[in-house]
């Protein structure tokens, strides 16, 4: 609306100045309020795009489950040591390999381990 305004002002700017004849400042003004308003368009950003989980879907035989959701960003803090009690290495899971992937812009289900005692383990990037 501020832009409106910011043009109805120069119209009368125009005319005020003798640019412009107060019939060419009428149907100048006419035409700007028959225009219809422009619909603002919010175009996302790269970060926005760029922002995924890390799902972690444990089911074991037993009928025990297990869901983790983590964003990708955290992991990559994980990943750097920055939460110093998490130790992903007990869970043999391979953090860079499924990193690495991810900023290859895999997406999708990555990894699936049905084990002998019928636990499935997947792991899924959205």
Do not use: C, H
């Not at 983590?70 to 998490?86: C, D, M, Y």
């Not at 699936?112 to 383990?121: A, F, L, N, Q, R």
């Amino acid at each position: 609306m501020d832009n409106l305004k910011e043009e109805r002002l120069q119209i009368l700017e125009l005319l005020k100045s003798g640019v412009i004849t107060p019939d060419e400042a009428e149907k100048l003004l006419s035409a700007l309020m028959d225009k219809p308003e422009q619909e603002l368009i919010t175009v996302p950003n790269e970060k926005k795009q760029s922002f995924r989980m890390l799902k972690i879907i444990v089911d074991t035989a037993d009928g025990e489950k297990v869901r983790i959701n983590i964003p990708v960003e955290f992991a990559k803090l994980l990943k750097n040591g920055k939460f110093g009690n998490a130790k992903l290495d007990d869970y043999e899971i391979d953090l860079d390999s499924i990193l690495m992937m991810v900023n290859q812009g895999v997406l999708g289900e990555i990894l699936t381990v049905d084990t002998e005692d019928g636990d499935k383990v997947r792991i899924i990037v959205e």
